[in-house]
C-alpha cells in the first residue's frame, strides 16, 4: 500500500476511500452494500435527516401512527433537470412535491421516504446541498424522513441524481376529499399566480435566452390546507396543478366529477413577468407547472371563508376564486374570455417542458 | 395533417399517438403529465395492478390500516441491468425487495407505492411485461400496488426504466424485531443457500463466459415471516441479506446489536453451481446479494420449532443452523473454518457487483 494510501486511512474524509477514484465523488462501490454504502448513509444521509426511525438503522423503519385507519400514501419520481434552480433544486421538489399530493387528500403529512439514484461522479457537495435541501423543505412541511435507500448507476446512466418519494399521512376520521366531488355550483378557487415554476426551471436551463427574475414557487402547502379545513370542513377537491399545469388538473376534475368547469380567463393569476415570457415563447400559462400552489373546489356558502383563511396564510396570500362548476358539458372545461365567448380548454396533449419535476 | 395521421386518430393503439414517435415506444410526452401519461396510466398499469384506490384517480392513494398504531415503511430504488434475468426481473425484484425489507421488521406487508423513471425509447412491451410481473408478485405477497408515478427521460438518461418501491405493513402490537436485539446464546438461522441472486444476473450479462444454471432466488417472504412467527413470537433479529451479501448483514447486526457472530463454514449452504462459479470468478459466496433469503436469529429454545416452521413452508424448505451469537468480540463476524480456526469476516469494502438490484 502507498503511503498516501496508508496515510489517508480506511474511508478518511466524508465517505470516500481513495483508492476507489476520490474523495469528494460518488463512485460504484457507494451502491454496494458494503462500507462505503454504510458511510455515506451514516456520515451524510443521516445526521442530516437525523430521527430516531434513521438512526435505529433497520431495514425497514417504524412509524407510530394515530389509530384512524385511513392513510393518504403518495409516490412521486424527481427528475428535473438541472438539478437546482432559482427557487429551489430537486431536493425541495421532492419533499413539496409528495408533502402536497398527501395533503391534497385532506391528510395531515407525517412522513417521507426517499430512493436515490445516484451516477457515478455526482459531486458529494451537491449531494449534501441537495439533502440539506430536502431536510429544510421536510422541517418546514412538519414531517420526517424515514427511511432510505441509494443505488448507484455508471457515469453516463442517470442525470446527477434522481429521487423518488412517497409520503404517508393520516386522513381525519370524517373527511373525504376527491375529485369526484365537485358539484353543479361550486366555486373554484387557486391559490395564487400560474406557471412561476415550469418558466423558472427553463430559465436555469438557459433556454428562455433571457433573464426571467420570477423563482420557481416550490412549496409545501399542507399548512395551508389544514389552515383551510379549519375554515371549513367540506372542501370538495384540492389538487395540486403540477405537470400539464392547471388546464390538465382541471380537466382531471371535470373527468371524475363528470362536471363541467368555467373559468373566467380575467380571474386566473399570472405574474406579468411569466404572461411576457409565455407570450414569447409561445406557451400558454394554463399547461405551465407549478410546485407551490393548489387548486380547491368549494361550496359556494362556503367560498369566502375558504378564500380568507388562504390569505391569511403562508403560499395563500394571492388566492382568489376563478370560476365554477357546472352540470356541463360533463367532463369539459372552458375558458369564458373577457369578451364573454367560451373556448375549450383541453388536457395537454403532448410534451411541453421535459425534465420540469 | 396527412391520411396516414387522420386514419389513426387520436391516441390509438396502446397508449401511442402515431405524431409522437411510435406506437409501441415510450416518448417523452408519456412523462408531461398530460394526454399521453393519462393513457399509459390508464391503459398499461390501472389494468394490471386493478384495485380499488389507483382506480380513484386522485392524486394521492387511500389506504385502511388496522387500528394497532404502529407501521413498518421501506423504499428500495432499482436500477438491475439487465432488466430481465434467469428466474425474475427488475419489477418482480422491486415488489419482492420492498415486501421482504417490510415482513423483517415483522409486519405484515400491505401495499406498496412505484415510481417509474423511463427512457425515452423504451419498448412499451417490455414496460409491460415488467408491470405484469410485478402484479404477479404483488399477489403472490397479498399486496396491492395502490399509487404510482412516471417520469420520462431523454433516450441515454436512463437504463431502460429504473423502479422506485415503497412499502408498508402492520407490526403487530408487541412484536419487536431488530438488529438491535442479538443476544449471547441465540442461534443463527438461514433460509437456504447463498450467492444465487448475484451469479444469476452476472450470469445474464454474459459477464462469466459460461451457463450458470441457477436461477435468481427472488421471491416475497412475507408468508414464510408469518409461518416463522406463528411457531415462535419471540424471534430476535430477521434480515434479508441482498447487498453485500451474509457477510455484509451479519456484520451490521453483530454492530447494531454489539455482540460477536460465529458461523460455520461447512454450515453455510451455498449450490454447487454457484460455488464453482465463485471459484472460477474469485468471489466469496458470503458477500454475494440474495433476493429470495432470510437470516433469523432466535433463542437458542426456540431454534427447533422455528426451523421445523421454515422447513414447512414455501422459500424456508432448505433452512439450516449456522451458527451463534456470542458476548464478543462485540461488532465482529467470524468463520469457524473445518479446521477449527477462526477467520475476520469483513463487511464488504468497495463494490463487487454492480446493479445487481
Known amino acids: 500500500m502507498s503511503d498516501a494510501l496508508k496515510a489517508a486511512g480506511p474511508a478518511e474524509g466524508p465517505v470516500c476511500a481513495p483508492e476507489m477514484g476520490g474523495r469528494d465523488r ?23 435527516f437525523d430521527n430516531p426511525a434513521l438512526r435505529a438503522g433497520d431495514d425497514a423503519a417504524e412509524v407510530a401512527v394515530a389509530a384512524t385507519g385511513r392513510l393518504a400514501v403518495s409516490t412521486d419520481a424527481h427528475v428535473v433537470s438541472p438539478l ?34 445516484l451516477e457515478e461522479g455526482l459531486e458529494l457537495a451537491t449531494l449534501q446541498r441537495v439533502a440539506a435541501s430536502m431536510q429544510a423543505a421536510a422541517a418546514e412541511a412538519g414531517v420526517s424522513i424515514v427511511a432510505g435507500d441509494t443505488k448507484v448507476v455508471q457515469r453516463g446512466h442517470a442525470d446527477g441524481l434522481y429521487i423518488a418519494t412517497t409520503g404517508l399521512g393520516v386522513i381525519p376520521a370524517g373527511r373525504r376529499v376527491s375529485g369526484a366531488l365537485a358539484r353543479p355550483g361550486d366555486v373554484v378557487l387557486v391559490s395564487g399566480p400560474m406557471g412561476d415554476h415550469g418558466l423558472a426551471v427553463l430559465s436555469a436551463r438557459g433556454e428562455l435566452g433571457f433573464e426571467l427574475g420570477v423563482p420557481s414557487d416550490v412549496a409545501p402547502l399542507n399548512h395551508l390546507v389544514a389552515a383551510m379545513f379549519a375554515a371549513e370542513e ?56 407549478n410546485e407551490g400552489k393548489l387548486v380547491a373546489i368549494v361550496a359556494p356558502e362556503a367560498a369566502e371563508a375558504v378564500l380568507a383563511a388562504m390569505r391569511a396564510t403562508r403560499y395563500g396570500e394571492a388566492a382568489v376564486r376563478i370560476g365554477e362548476v357546472r352540470a356541463g358539458p360533463a367532463g369539459r372545461v372552458l375558458l369564458r374570455t373577457a369578451l364573454g365567448s367560451h373556448r375549450v380548454v383541453e388536457t395537454l396533449m403532448g410534451e411541453m417542458l421535459p425534465r420540469i419535476c
Open 26 to 48: 460518488i463512485v460504484l462501490g457507494h451502491g454496494s452494500g458494503g462500507k462505503l454504502s454504510h458511510d455515506l448513509v451514516a456520515r451524510l444521509f443521516t445526521p442530516v
Open 84 to 117: 437546482f434552480f432559482p427557487g429551489g433544486d430537486i431536493g425541495r421538489l421532492a419533499v413539496c412535491g409528495t408533502v402536497n399530493d398527501v395533503a391534497m387528500l385532506g391528510a395531515r403529512p407525517q412522513a417521507l421516504t426517499a430512493a436515490f439514484v
Open 234 to 289: 367540506g372542501i370538495h377537491v384540492l389538487r395540486d396543478p403540477t405537470r400539464g399545469g392547471l388546464a390538465t388538473t382541471l380537466n382531471e376534475i371535470a373527468q371524475q366529477a363528470r362536471v363541467g368547469i368555467v373559468i373566467e380567463e380575467g380571474r386566473v393569476p399570472v405574474r406579468p413577468e411569466v404572461a411576457a415570457a409565455c407570450e414569447v415563447l409561445g406557451f400558454d400559462p394554463l399547461y405551465v407547472a
